[in-house]
């Protein structure tokens, strides 16, 4: 029977996001977002009408005003078409000696390569939609976070975005790990409840090292991903992956409520060719498309906001 390699491969990818990704937790439960084939997945938005008059008057079951469940699917692209190729040379070709140096390829690839092309994305596409959003003047603030000020500013956006949003618990915080500092020196000097090294789960993804700001857990995220502006290299003549854009500034805190962010990734394609059928050199070529987003739908965009350094 032959190897399943693609599924072998696609275990190993998901075993290092959720490991090492600090947006892990954006990808959404099964039954919001369903494949439709090609580069397409639609997205479902549930709403429901709001109360009406009840009148006690009538008996005949018309008392009550007749609501309405609606569970729409749109359908969206999957703008991300990224891709790459890895030669090996040729070994041993038995299937049991092989899966072990390709698991080291796709790991290492996973873990210095597409966890942080794909935290960096995610980060800026959701700080690009609340810095586009109607709230931006009051979701996007910019300041340099110091012991004097890193939790109240803080905590004066979230409050902001509760307001906003309507929504009072469920919120996250990336905050760039070079901020930690200011929030280590604030903790003895504030009423603010502000705890280090918690495991939390949110979305079903546990992290540690977690800090807790009051009721707000808050993941430190190396600053290199967290970016106002990117470049999306294509690999051609540079290393590949997202680097920061040329006037890009550096995100200090991006806040979003758990159920905002959707962020949709597959493994489109992977083809592996052994050094008997591989034309171009006398090795195994591994051969992978990845295609993946992040969407957040338009009622959702007041649960997001964040702080840019000054």
């Not at 977690?210 to 999306?232: A, E, Y």
């Amino acid at each position: 029977m032959a190897f399943d390699y693609a599924k072998a491969y696609q275990q190993f990818i998901d075993e290092e996001m959720t490991a090492l990704s600090a947006t892990a937790w954006m990808v959404p439960e099964a039954g919001k977002v369903r494949f439709t084939g090609g580069r397409d997945v639609e997205i479902s938005t549930l709403s429901t009408t709001g109360l009406g008059s009840y009148d006690a008057s009538k008996s005949d079951g018309s008392a009550y005003p007749s609501g309405t469940v609606t569970n729409a699917w749109k359908s969206y692209p999957l703008s991300m078409d990224r891709g790459v190729k890895f030669a090996l040379d040729r070994t041993d070709p038995n299937d049991t000696g092989f899966i072990v140096t390709a698991e080291n390829v796709i790991r290492e690839f996973s873990r210095s390569a597409l966890v942080r092309e794909q935290d960096m994305y995610r980060i800026n596409k959701l700080y690009a939609l609340a810095e586009g959003d109607t709230h931006s003047d009051s979701h996007i603030l910019t300041q340099t976070l110091t012991k004097g000020n890193a939790i109240s500013t803080v905590s004066a956006l979230l409050q902001t975005i509760r307001d906003d949003a309507e929504e009072m618990d469920g919120y996250v915080a990336l905050v760039s790990h070079k901020n930690k500092t200011a929030f280590l020196e604030a903790a003895n000097d504030t009423y603010h409840s502000i705890t280090f090294g918690n495991s939390v789960s949110i979305n079903g993804v546990t992290y540690d090292n977690v800090m807790m700001l009051d009721d707000l857990p808050c993941i430190f995220v190396p600053q290199n991903r967290m970016k106002t502006t990117i470049t999306i290299q294509d690999g051609d003549e540079n290393a590949g992956g997202i680097v920061a854009g040329a006037d890009a500034q550096d995100i200090a805190v991006l806040i979003a409520h758990c159920d905002t962010p959707l962020a949709v990734s597959k493994l489109d394609s992977i083809k592996q060719f052994g050094p008997q059928e591989n034309q171009f050199f006398d090795g195994t070529s591994i051969q992978a498309r990845y295609l993946y987003d992040l969407f957040v739908p338009e009622k959702r965009l007041a649960s997001i906001g964040a702080i840019v350094e000054a």
